[in-house]
């Protein structure tokens, strides 16, 4: 049944009341027409409950916008949806990825996350390429994935808006990783399912490592907002030490825009519940809007967290991930680095819930709660400790 405008419908009842579902619900492709966007393909989902959201084509099939009765959610940065063929992928040093960098839902990887490195080449078949240079958090988000379908499917009185595509991160003598994307949500829904599969197409053994950058912004990010998590342990800070303490933002709570605010990126340790979900929460009760993310931490066993405030460019981010904030070297030192055979795969699932109303926040809470309970203390002191990551192999 769909649960739309205060009704429960069957399918013949939601026919009835519309020449098309798209009155009121639906998945549309369309192409951006100006700027530094121009000529990128967008899908358009709308599930009828006020949750509207778009999924970029030709940027991994990435979600961008994201509102909730005209409440945005996702950020949008100064840098724009920029089209890819725009993006400079080793340019300044390996940093201007942030010059694409936007919306709710960056994917990083496919072979490296994290800052810039330089790494050994030995799953290159290639003389003359004994290291490979990588920029801030891969290659895998700026790449056009190839639509292999979308639409509207109906199970019995269930309506589900779907899309799926096909990113390949691929080179001569290298990597030959492709990512396989479904995106769903149903009609009368708040909730955006994503499921990912990583498979190395190729014959090298190759590295893989992965993690969503999911970034909210104003309204649901505001003065006041909160950050909801399982924390069991606060594990680092890149601006621990003197700093810790200087800018007056602990992990918690977010301010309202700080001219000249710096970056601050912090390494949970997360708990599952019993069914091994995460579940992490944004919630601005002024407004009565949260967002929950839920991932599995099998699959994604580490979690940032990134505050940038700055006046202009205000956003929170979420990011589970599959490694530690070290990154790609410490990863291979520490025996963690994931390594795929031909044929191999990783799968990955997340859930975006949009929290509607107090009622639904305070459910989200006492959800995450449940699994142990966060650090009362805005600034707790991080404890070095990185968890061993087992199966890697």
Request: net charge negative; with cysteine; aromatic share 8%.
């Amino acid at each position: 049944m769909v649960e739309l405008y205060g009704q429960t419908l069957t399918r013949r009842q939601v026919s009835e009341r519309s020449g098309m579902l798209s009155q009121f619900a639906g998945v549309r492709l369309m192409t951006l027409g100006d700027g530094v966007e121009r000529g990128i393909r967008l899908l358009e989902f709308r599930t009828g409950t006020g949750l509207r959201f778009t999924a970029l084509v030709d940027r991994a099939l990435d979600i961008a916008d994201c509102e909730h009765a005209g409440r945005a959610i996702g950020w949008h940065s100064p840098a724009g949806f920029r089209h890819p063929g725009l993006h400079e992928p080793e340019g300044e040093a390996g940093l201007a990825w942030a010059r694409s960098f936007s919306g709710l839902l960056v994917t990083c990887g496919l072979d490296h996350i994290l800052g810039p490195a330089e790494v050994p080449a030995e799953t290159y078949l290639y003389p003359g390429k004994p290291t490979v240079r990588h920029a801030l958090h891969g290659r895998i988000g700026t790449i056009p994935a190839r639509l292999t379908g979308y639409g509207e499917a109906w199970d019995g009185d269930r309506c589900v808006l779907w899309a799926e595509g096909i990113v390949q991160q691929s080179t001569v003598f290298g990597e030959d990783l492709h990512l396989l994307r479904r995106i769903e949500a149903d009609v009368g829904g708040n909730e955006i399912r994503l499921t990912d599969r990583v498979v190395n197409h190729g014959f090298l053994r190759t590295p893989h490592m992965y993690f969503y950058h999911v970034n909210v912004g104003h309204p649901l990010l505001d003065q006041g907002t909160r950050t909801v998590a399982p924390v069991a342990d606060v594990v680092w800070a890149a601006h621990a030490g003197e700093r810790y303490r200087a800018q007056d933002v602990g992990y918690r709570t977010a301010p309202a825009p700080v001219d000249g605010f710096r970056e601050q990126v912090w390494q949970h340790e997360l708990a599952a519940d019993g069914d091994g979900a995460v579940r992490v929460a944004v919630v601005n009760e002024r407004l009565g809007l949260g967002l929950e993310l839920v991932t599995r931490k099998d699959q994604l066993p580490c979690f940032y967290q990134w505050q940038n405030f700055q006046a202009g460019q205000y956003a929170l981010g979420i990011e589970p991930s599959t490694h530690h904030v070290l990154g790609n070297l410490a990863a291979r030192q520490r025996g963690e680095m994931i390594w795929l055979e031909h044929g191999e795969s990783r799968a990955y699932e997340a859930k975006f819930r949009v929290l509607d109303g107090i009622a639904a926040i305070r459910a989200a809470e006492r959800r995450i709660a449940a699994i142990v309970r966060q650090p009362e203390d805005e600034f707790p002191l991080p404890s070095g400790r990185f968890p061993a990551l087992g199966g890697r192999s």
